[in-house]
């Protein structure tokens, strides 16, 4: 039996800004909740949105973020947010955090560049 949720583990999806591409996934804009068009939402293959949440530490995840990315020719750029009340609104207890076309896919660890990468290319299989 899980309590409050607690004990489930499963991947979220949040409604935080992310980007608008209008099916352009090489433009990154950041929008309101209230404005956005889920464009990172069933884009098939594609991943259009990364994010690391945190600060500190979090910086590390951060760059092994951004090799992963450069490594795999992934055309988009990590954004890093460490503003607690943007953090917040992703509903992450634990930073660092990697957001991954708006959903969040990894907490409270610094992956290695080399994890990113898996971590990464798992997503454009599933797709």
């Not at 930073?95 to 660890?109: H, Y």
């Given at each position: 039996m899980t309590l409050f949720g607690f004990g489930k583990k499963k991947e979220k999806e949040i409604n935080a800004p992310v980007c608008t591409c209008n099916g352009n996934c090489s433009v990154s804009e950041t929008v309101e909740p209230e404005n956005l068009n889920n464009c990172c939402q069933d884009i098939q293959g594609r991943i259009c949105c990364i994010k690391v949440l945190g600060s500190g530490c979090c910086h590390a995840l951060y760059e092994n973020t951004q090799s992963a990315v450069k490594a795999m020719g992934i055309s988009v750029e990590v954004e890093y947010i460490t503003d607690l009340k943007k953090v917040m609104e992703y509903g992450v207890m634990s930073?660092?955090?990697?957001?991954?076309?708006?959903?969040?896919?990894?907490?409270?660890?610094v992956l290695k560049t080399e994890n990113v990468q898996k971590l990464l290319q798992k997503i454009v299989s599933e797709k």
């Open positions: 930073v660092p955090a990697l957001v991954v076309n708006n959903k969040v896919v990894s907490t409270g660890k």
